[in-house]
């Protein structure tokens, strides 16, 4: 009988505890080669195999928390830190953030997984100094934009072009942005690329047109950037920028080589974000990057833009500052705190009947509902108090619901109800549902109303003139609650039925039809 002993994990340095484990089997093909000393069991050396090393690498696993890169135990938060932050200056609204730290070159660009072909074509048109216009297509913040600006400059360069005295190139390229690809008309193009031409760059015998956005241009519009092309094929190379470019018209494509971009990961947008942060030394907390980051993402342009106007207005990037600058709606509930709504009764016990936690089938969740809003209507109001801690954590007093009294006071204004969906008790799903019998009992009593309304309309000139109004108001009324409701478990659903079924009954009675047009209802 084969004997196997596995010992604890060996680690040879400190890398191998972080992301490997190595186990060490030892097999022992006889259990007579035990033998017992004075410290226990032990083996003899011959017996022992060579040991047999098995890796587990660890890094193919990634936990959760850093798939998260909100989350306060992600690693990018410790990479990414502010020692000393600092006070905006006068010169932080002179240049945007957003073109400061634009790449240099195009090794410097992020790498993307399929974004290699795209690279590489430009960097052979750079080598073979071949200057041709250009279609780049990419989704939102796929770095269309930048990526034309960086060739472009890099284009000009190697044709002697001067672009340091004009870093933004805006003798050498002229940009149209998408507003003004929608609105401009031909004449206005043909006067600004006039204007344009007209400024002599030594060495720029070639400059550049860029319309950003010519997927949203109108086809007749496009027509005149053709003729555009056209007129001005010896000067001039022209650039677009797309989302889809199935929209662009086929004689513009035959005129321009088409490249695609991919955007960015989450992680690799959220790290450049804090790398900027880093070099500017802004101070922020994560709360406060967040609420900007998922309000604007992923637009980085957007992004970093948001993040220099809070730091120059308010100096530091706290929630509470972001949403004083950006977003005013949320200030209201920065301070409430968010409960359920049946928190006034907690700690829920056990049912009484069935011992089981509540809600239960003898406590369903919407009579704790009706419970709790009854519960945290009674209790007490003392404005000249301080306001009671417990009540303004969690929504419950513990002091009152233990014993009935509180002397403190409690604000209804201090907190954010979460109501949760009525659920079927039989299948679980939001109510109405359409396979469970509270639905189908819903739709029958509904159409028992309206039945009712027919049956008192063909009444009308038995029943009183006041009468006549009174039920048919309240029958409507009945009827228009059937609809929009969306629970049968209720008080209100239990009143009105019997309510329904007593009148329809009396008025049967007192007013005998020949022909009953009403649908049966029974429970």
Request: aromatic share 10%.
């Amino acid at each position: 009988m084969d004997i196997v002993l596995v010992t604890q994990p060996q680690f040879r340095n400190e890398s191998d505890f972080e992301d490997t484990f190595l186990f060490q089997e030892r097999a022992i093909s006889n259990a007579s080669e035990f033998s017992r000393g004075d410290d226990g069991i032990s083996i003899a050396s011959d017996s022992v195999s060579q040991p047999i090393v098995k890796l587990l690498d660890l890094s193919k696993f990634e936990d959760w928390t850093q798939r998260n890169f909100w989350s306060c135990r992600n690693k990018v938060w410790s990479e990414f830190i502010v020692l000393k932050p600092r006070l905006p200056k006068e010169g932080d609204g002179a240049e945007k953030w957003h073109e400061k730290y634009r790449p240099d070159s195009l090794d410097d660009f992020c790498a993307v997984p399929g974004n290699e072909p795209t690279f590489q074509a430009l960097n052979d048109f750079l080598e073979k100094r071949q200057f041709r216009s250009l279609i780049i297509c990419g989704p939102v913040s796929s770095g269309k934009s930048s990526v034309l600006h960086v060739y472009l400059r890099e284009q000009l360069e190697s044709r002697g072009v001067d672009t340091s005295r004009d870093p933004s190139l805006r003798n050498t390229v002229l940009w149209f942005s998408e507003k003004d690809s929608q609105e401009l008309r031909l004449s206005e193009m043909e006067y600004r690329l006039e204007a344009f031409c007209a400024i002599k760059v030594k060495n720029a015998l070639i400059k550049a047109v860029v319309f950003e956005g010519i997927c949203t241009m109108p086809p007749k519009n496009q027509q005149n950037v053709k003729k555009l092309m056209d007129d001005n094929d010896e000067n001039l190379r022209f650039f677009f920028t797309c989302f889809e470019p199935r929209k662009i018209i086929a004689n513009i494509k035959q005129r321009a080589f088409l490249l695609k971009l991919n955007p960015m990961a989450e992680g690799q947008r959220v790290r450049f974000v804090l790398s900027v942060c880093v070099r500017e030394r802004v101070g922020f907390e994560r709360e406060g990057l967040e609420e900007i980051y998922t309000k604007h993402r992923p637009d980085l342009k957007a992004i970093l833009d948001n993040i220099q106007l809070v730091f120059i207005k308010k100096q530091f990037l706290s929630k509470y500052n972001v949403c004083a600058q950006i977003s005013p709606e949320k200030l209201e509930s920065l301070d409430k705190a968010t409960i359920s709504d049946i928190a006034a009764l907690q700690p829920l016990e056990r049912c009484e009947i069935c011992t089981l936690p509540r809600p239960c089938h003898h406590h369903p969740y919407t009579v704790l509902q009706a419970m709790a809003e009854k519960h945290r209507a009674e209790l007490p109001q003392n404005p000249d108090m301080m306001d009671c801690p417990s009540f303004l954590e969690t929504g419950a007093c513990k002091y009152f619901n233990r014993s009935g009294h509180c002397s403190l006071h409690h604000p209804m204004n201090k907190h954010i109800i979460v109501r949760e969906p009525r659920r079927c008790q039989l299948c679980t799903l939001p109510v109405p549902c359409a396979h469970c019998r509270y639905f189908k009992e819903k739709e029958k009593l509904h159409n028992f109303a309206v039945a009712f309304q027919k049956e008192i309309r063909a009444r009308q000139k038995q029943i009183d003139e006041a009468e006549f109004n009174t039920l048919l108001a309240k029958v409507e009324q009945i009827t228009t609650w059937l609809k929009n409701t969306k629970s049968l478990v209720d008080v209100d659903y239990l009143e009105k039925s019997k309510w329904l079924k007593k009148y329809h009954k009396d008025m049967i009675t007192r007013f005998p039809l020949v022909h009953n047009v009403a649908v049966g209802f029974r429970r």
